[in-house]
């Protein structure tokens, strides 16, 4: 049976070094609840660490938990890639970590804090996630399809890191499966901005960084369940598969 | 100020448009981020920059620019290549860091005249 799901598919946890240290797997998982969100992407930059925790946290309760990753290609374009679990994940991070240059600086960037789901602190990861890959956008974007998984181009109305700002507009190639915008356009505000996008979905998420910005914005998702198969087919408004507008 | 003449003072190496080299270059724009770019630079500059994605042939022929000079040495993308066969636009390679390319191109357009 069709149903709207409540879906924030951009949510940073402790592990991207620019986000709070309380935005840990448990509580995490907590405000979500809390909110009333019925599905969370987790998306770290660069990184996928603490995945496995937050959908851990998650066992028992309604929240619905996709492995996500905030990606940088080499323009400094930042881009989600949404999986089902981190294990499909996994290839690409490994992909992305071998081409991710540096070594994190905590002291200038932020700690990046892997958490489990008793709220203690596995370790930390010492790859320089504030950083962008070496890798081409659509080379990442290729990728990510040929693993099964949706890519979606962040935040297209903010001024730095979006693909808007970076290369000017959408590149032709392999294309988006969505594009996000900012809480502060959202989708009607999106839809009035880039009408030259008509042909694409639009979602919008919270890109929380701080346990308060959880909440702040959501994508209504007409769909049978929480799967990226099922997502993929809203995108696309296959079978009464939608976004709500 | 005809291309040529800043091609040879810099030692740029001619990635496309060896035949291009008579464009007239009336001002210069450093940027790397597409959207400023398209907004901000005008009809005859020499483009600095970094970015080596396709798109900036696209933004080079929209915006009339003279050509593009990447900096550090880094060599447009092959895609990028074929775009600008396709639309005549010189890329230039500098060795030099995209702060002196642009100081020198500076220099010479203010010195010499535009």
Known sequence: MLKVFRCDLHVHTCLSPCAELDMYPRKLVERCLAVGLD????????????IAWVRRCAEGTPLAVLAGMEIA?????????LFDIVEELLPLQEWISRHLPGRNDERRFGCQAIVNDRDEVEGFCDRLLIGATELPLQAIVERIHDLGGLAVASHIDRESFSILSQLGFIVPGPPFDALELSPETGIRGGRIRYPELEQFSFITSSDAHHIRDIGRAWTDVRMHAVT???????FRKRQGRTIEE | MDLATIVKALGLKIRHG??????NVTGGFTGDLLSDVMAHSSEGDLWITRQIHQNIIAVASLKDHAGIVLVQGNEPAADTLEKAAKENVPILVSDLSGFETAGKIYEILNVRGG
Do not use: F, G, P, T
Request: aromatic content about 0%; proline content about 0%; charged content about 30%.
């Open chain 1, 39 to 50: 599905a969370v992407a987790i998306c770290d930059h660069n990184a996928s660490e603490n």
């Open chain 1, 228 to 234: 990226v198969k099922e997502l993929s087919m809203a």
């Open chain 1, 73 to 81: 290609s080499r323009e400094e374009v930042h881009l989600l890639a």
């Open chain 2, 18 to 23: 060896a035949d291009l080299l008579d464009r």
